[in-house]
């Protein structure tokens, strides 16, 4: 656990300075943009991010197979090029079906020519930099991978920076896209790191495997965003307008600090929990795990108070006066972050284990849930986005957390 904790040390510190250094990008923004455009603007962030959790699929595949070539003592091999070209290809009939569909038309309107070219550059730019973080991370080079998560909201913020200086206030939203987009290529620093750990060399892994791991886990860790960074988007397509939701907007981007303070432990988990696997130490990787579930446990509930009070003066101090909270909202909205954080650890437990399938259809249910609830239920948009965002956070947990506990208690009796 010492260990652990140590090596999450470096990565832990790089998560904090990169969330504050989001949380100032995202107060910035609110603060220059009204708070209709605000919404706009969260909603575009939801789709970037969105897609770009799904690409996520990348970091975690290449970040498991580089601690397995570690521990066999393997020499690189062009397996996160694989990764990387599947990706791409994945994506690109993903945003294509997605522009040609028109489900995001009137967003795509809203921000122009030039906020949609923004919005795309930067989902695509994330495939490289998931590409390079999971080479960094499996090869345990935490520092490298630590700089690399600073380096990139720092280029959105310089960049958001220089849009309020020297361009045009009707400008606003789109550039502030194009400021998100930058943030993408932060890879572009580091890419001499990245390519001591690939090679043309045959990885020996058929491209059919490839394909289907990258499927099944890019749409599962896709359909995850939808109650992360997406929500706002996903939300607005069922709903079909932003209008009134600004201020629920900004709820939900505070309240997922708790899902800053797991990044982390998330990044270094993959490729601890393989190292443990391989090592047959079943035991210590269940009493791990045990002892984040407690700890998740706690947290629920000491966040649920510590939002119940304050949460609506933190809102209002970090995106202005003009976003006024309830405290009940905030407080459950927090709450079911805290419970996604704990989905997210048993989902990095399930790519270790290589248990694709379940980690989908946990998303499936949630989101599904989630759905029926904002599309169904005769409340205003608010209530339904509210209530739709706690269910689907409650119900992916639990499923997570069974199948993990079937893993972890079929390793214990295999050894």
């Known amino acids: 656990m010492l260990t652990f904790l140590r090596k999450i040390g470096p990565v832990g510190l790089a998560f904090m300075l990169s969330a504050l250094l989001g949380y100032i990008l995202l107060a910035y923004v609110a603060r220059v943009l009204a708070p209709d455009e605000y919404a706009i603007f969260q909603a575009c962030w939801g789709v970037i991010f969105g897609l770009a959790s799904a690409l996520a699929v990348v970091e975690q595949e290449i970040s498991r197979h580089q601690a397995n070539l570690s ?89 958001a920076g220089l849009v309020v200086l020297f361009a045009a206030r009707e400008s606003f939203v789109p550039l502030m896209i194009v400021a998100v987009a930058s943030g993408s290529y932060a890879f572009l620093f580091l890419i001499r790191k990245f390519a001591k750990f690939v090679a043309f060399r045959s990885s ?17 860790t896709g359909l995850s965003a939808l109650l992360i960074t997406g929500y706002p988007a996903l939300v607005t397509a069922l709903l079909g307008k932003t209008t009134g939701l600004g201020t629920f907007f900004t709820v939900v981007t505070a309240s997922r600090i708790p899902l800053l303070l797991v990044g982390p432990i998330q990044a270094v988990a993959v490729p601890q929990v393989v190292r443990l696997i391989r090592c047959g130490k079943a035991k210590q990787l269940r009493n791990l795990i045990a002892r984040c579930y407690v700890l998740i446990l706690v947290c629920v509930v000491v966040m649920f108070l510590l939002a119940y009070v304050a949460g609506p003066a933190i809102v209002a101090i970090l995106f202005g006066d003009q976003y006024r909270a309830d405290g009940l909202m905030v407080a459950v909205v927090a709450s079911a972050s805290v419970m996604i954080a704990g989905t997210q650890l048993a989902c990095a437990c399930l790519v270790a284990f290589e248990d694709y399938a379940r980690l989908c259809l946990a998303w499936v249910c949630g989101i599904a849930l989630t759905s029926a609830f904002i599309y169904f239920m005769p409340f205003d948009g608010v209530m339904r986005a509210f209530w739709g965002l706690a269910l689907g956070s409650v119900a992916t947990c639990m499923l997570t957390g069974k199948f993990v506990y079937d893993h972890g208690r079929a390793l214990s009796g295999a050894v």
Not at 208 to 214: A, D, F, Y
């Open 204 to 220: 020996e892994i058929k491209w059919n495997s490839v394909v289907k791991r990258v499927l099944l886990l890019g749409s599962s």
């Open 71 to 159: 521990v066999d003592n393997k020499p690189p091999n062009s397996f996160p090029l694989q990764v990387g070209l599947v990706a791409f290809l994945a994506l690109l009939i993903l945003t294509s079906v997605l522009f040609v569909s028109g489900i995001f038309r009137g967003l795509f309107a809203e921000v122009g020519n030039l906020g949609t070219v923004g919005i795309f550059s930067a989902i695509f730019g994330f495939i490289p930099l998931f590409m390079v973080r999971g080479v960094l991370v499996g090869r345990e080079k935490h520092k490298t991978y630590s700089v690399l998560l600073v380096l990139e909201p720092m280029l959105r913020l310089l960049v």
